[in-house]
């Protein structure tokens, strides 16, 4: 199963920006996928989560500004920023997890997820 993410860039604080991750491999629709963000310096953090169910969770500071979405036709998984801040900018990962677990915070950290792709940088500047 291979992830590859894109969509990143440099844009100003308000604007937006939308991130895609294509997945090839295994069965997308199966899977859990998500949104991680590792800023310099500091540790990889949950942004937002869309299970193969369809339901979609998000971290405190991507709510109401950032939308997931997904594509089963299309292995895509989408991310859609809005809003966005400088505190947003980051590294961000898209990763699948082929668990099925009911409970939503059980995919708010990284060792759920079985396979990642190799990040977009997100630039937003004041």
């Known amino acids: 199963v291979q992830l590859q993410a894109f969509g990143g860039g440099l844009v100003q604080a308000g604007g937006s920006l939308r991130l895609s991750c294509a997945v090839s491999?295994?069965?997308?629709?199966?899977?859990?996928m998500g949104w991680f963000r590792q800023a310099p310096g500091q540790e990889r953090d949950f942004v937002s989560v869309?299970?193969?169910?369809?339901?979609?969770y998000y971290a405190d500071s991507a709510k109401g500004r950032f939308t997931i979405s997904r594509d089963n036709a299309k292995n895509t998984v989408t991310l859609q920023m809005n809003n966005l801040k400088p505190e947003d900018t980051a590294v961000y990962y898209c990763a699948a997890s082929r668990s099925t677990w009911f409970s939503s915070s059980y995919y708010y950290t990284g060792d759920k997820y079985h396979y990642w792709g190799q990040g977009t940088l997100v630039t937003v500047s004041s």
């Open positions: 491999g295994g069965t997308f629709s199966m899977y859990t």
């Open positions: 869309i299970k193969w169910s369809g339901d979609t």
